[in-house]
Structure formats: structure tokens, C-alpha cells
């Protein structure tokens, strides 16, 4: 699915630990959030038609290219959804409608010195990775589909098969379903530029207003493997949902679970 015309998004800090372990907690210490695990904010990684480096389609799905120079690059395993976004007449977002989920690569630099987090996010072509299929959501609220799904990752080097991420249920997630859609929509409507993160709602404006938004609602935290290790050309990347409730140990794509596979190249 190609998505030029679509704002994406991702959110920091709806998985506990994560930002610890990337050491990106500090980036933060500023930000007031309404209750404690609160994610930290949402913060672009595309945007359509800019002229800034956002404005480069960086999605990917078989490959990821590393930056030409020393990235220190972790997998971020998310899971992705495709909204529908409602505006009010004065092009407020009153609405967010969940159309398909799948998984996401929101590959990040730990880049010293970075202003925003998007500067951490998008450096070219093929630095983010998408999943082989899209998972229709009957309801983004509890007893629809995305209950039974869970959410894992490794990294293949050397032929040896490392988990990289924690597998862990989407109900594991900080703020999701109804909670998480209507925090992105007053963060989207309300957000400053403040710290690490910028205003959305300008950018909605730049983007003359887009139809749809894919929202990458946050990474998992990582196991011993992804905290100690960076990636590397060679490497190969599996991100991967599937439905807890259907026996199926290999890691290749069947009915009920999505994969995503990437080829790390620099």
C-alpha cells in the first residue's frame, strides 16, 4: 500500500521502559504529561508535500538503508494504524476512525545532539518498515479484533535468531483503544512546539489537511539483544503480530499474523 498522501505519526512512550532502555527518557524531562504513563507526545516522520527533510517518503518494506555515517540504529517494533481523520469546519481534528492495523519499523538513530524527535526518525529512503498486510479493525475498542493480537520482533545475524523486542499483547499498551484516540486528537489539535516535539496542527496545516493519518502507536520494550545492540548491514529484521490464540511457531506470514521483513543494507 503506498501511502504519499498520508500524514504518519508516531507516539513516544506508550510501551513501559522503552524510553529508559533508548535512553531517551532525558529528552522528556521536561515535558508535563495528565497522569504518569501518559505517553510523552507524537511527533511526525513523513509529511507529505513538505519541503523539509519530512517530506522524503520514507517507508520502506524489505529493506532498511542505514545512514551513510556511524547511526547507532535500534528497531522500534510497533504496531500501525491507518486512520480516517474528521475535521470540524475550522479544521479541528474531532474524529479519528481506525480502518487497519498492521507492523511497523519506526527505525530510530540515537543521535546526539537532536533538537526534535523526528530528526531521529526519517534520513532517506527505506529508513522505515512497513508489514505485508493490513488487518481490517471491526471496532478499536475491547472485544474487536485487536484483543487476541500480540506483538514480537527479532533480528537474524549470523544465521542465529535474536528476540529483539519483548513479545507483548496490544492491550499492553499505555493508552489504547478509545483512551489512545482521544489523546491523539487532542494532541493533534493542541500539541506545542516545546522540547522535543512539534506542533501537529501546523503541520496538518502545511499538509493542506490530509485524509487519512498512519499513527505508529509505539514501540515495545526491548529484550537483552535489542537494548545491547545496534544494527548492522546484514542483518535481517522480523516484526511481526499474530494472534495468540492460533498455534503457528515459524515466523513466515500465515492467515492470522503479519510480518514484516527487512534486509538491513548500508
Not at 498522501?5 to 524531562?29: M, P, R, S, Y
Not at 516522520?45 to 513538505?50: A, E, I, N, T, V
Not at 517518503?57 to 528497531?75: F, H, M
Not at 483512551?179 to 502545511?206: A, C, R
Request: hydrophobic fraction near 35%; glycine fraction near 8%; charge should be negative.
Amino acid at each position: 500500500m503506498q501511502l504519499q498522501d498520508t500524514i504518519c505519526l508516531g507516539v513516544a512512550g506508550n510501551f513501559a521502559h522503552h524510553l529508559e532502555q533508548a535512553g531517551e527518557l532525558k529528552d522528556f524531562e521536561n515535558v508535563v504529561t495528565a497522569e504518569p504513563d501518559a505517553p510523552k507526545g507524537i511527533f511526525p516522520f513523513y509529511l507529505p508535500g513538505s519541503d523539509s527533510f519530512l517530506g522524503l517518503y520514507s517507508i520502506g518494506t524489505n529493506k532498511l538503508e542505514l545512514p551513510d555515517y556511524e547511526a547507532n540504529a535500534q528497531v522500534e517494533p510497533e504496531i500501525a494504524v491507518l486512520f480516517d481523520i474528521v475535521y470540524d469546519d475550522a479544521k479541528k481534528v474531532i474524529d479519528l476512525i481506525a480502518q487497519k492495523f498492521t507492523t511497523f519499523n519506526d527505525c530510530t538513530i540515537r543521535k546526539e545532539g537532536a533538537q526534535k524527535i523526528s530528526e531521529k526518525k526519517s534520513w532517506g529512503l527505506n529508513s522505515k518498515g512497513i508489514g505485508d498486510k493490513w488487518i481490517p479493525i471491526d471496532k478499536f475498542e475491547e472485544g474487536g479484533v485487536m484483543d487476541n493480537y500480540h506483538l514480537c520482533s527479532f533480528v537474524k545475524r549470523e544465521g542465529v535468531l535474536h528476540p529483539y523486542g519483548l513479545d507483548a499483547p496490544l492491550l499492553g499498551y499505555s493508552y489504547f483503544y478509545t483512551k489512545l484516540k482521544t489523546w491523539l486528537i487532542d494532541k493533534m489539535n493542541t500539541q506545542e512546539d516545546f522540547g522535543p516535539l512539534e506542533d501537529i496542527s501546523e503541520h496538518l496545516k502545511v499538509c493542506h489537511y490530509p485524509k487519512q493519518a498512519l499513527i505508529s502507536i509505539g514501540a515495545t520494550a526491548y529484550a537483552e539483544f535489542g537494548e545491547k545492540n545496534y544494527l548492522q548491514s546484514g542483518d535481517e529484521v522480523y516484526v511481526i503480530a499474530y494472534d495468540y490464540r492460533i498455534e503457528d511457531s515459524s515466523i513466515e506470514s500465515s492467515a492470522s499474523k503479519v510480518v514484516l521483513h527487512q534486509i538491513v543494507t548500508s
